[in-house]
């Protein structure tokens, strides 16, 4: 009896790791100790925390897109990395950053600096962001939301976003 458990549990447990999804990188925003104010401008650093879909993937390219409520954003330099900016037609701003030489190893995370003014009114924005690799691309633009029958809290592809608030607070 004991043995027929053990192999059954076994063979969920194979199952289960046979069927899950391989692991994807996250978009973060990180405001580097400095709170988001409406209409003032700071730093912050998207980071990219590893390659596409494969271990064998490296990060090639890496789009953001901000919509039309932002104000500025200008990325820093980012050694290895070459930096295009496109204001877009609707408003907002594409910032596309291209790996020079091979790509970004798939375990080395890449944090790209920019400075950012911030949208005018305190609130939650959203930075698009695809990530471009040899075997595809990854898009985190899904709202964060409460876990549904069909939708996992949080989504797998979450869209990076950042509070911006009225006035400054004190960060602990």
Known sequence: MLRR???ATMSVACVL?????????HAIIELNGADAVAGHTSVMTLE???????AADGTQQVLAFVGKPWGRVAPKPVEGWSIATKRLSAG???ITWTKQGEPQPFGT???FPMR???????????MSVTQACPSGTTTWDVKDGPATANAPSPPLTPLPQVKVLATVHATP
């Open 92 to 94: 907002g701003q594409q």
């Open 5 to 7: 458990l053990l192999i």
């Open 116 to 126: 950012v003014t911030w949208p005018t009114s305190p609130g939650v924005y959203g």
């Open 109 to 111: 995370p890449v944090y």
């Open 48 to 54: 990219i925390q590893h390659g596409c879909i494969t």
């Open 17 to 25: 790791a046979a069927s899950a999804a391989p692991a994807s990188a």
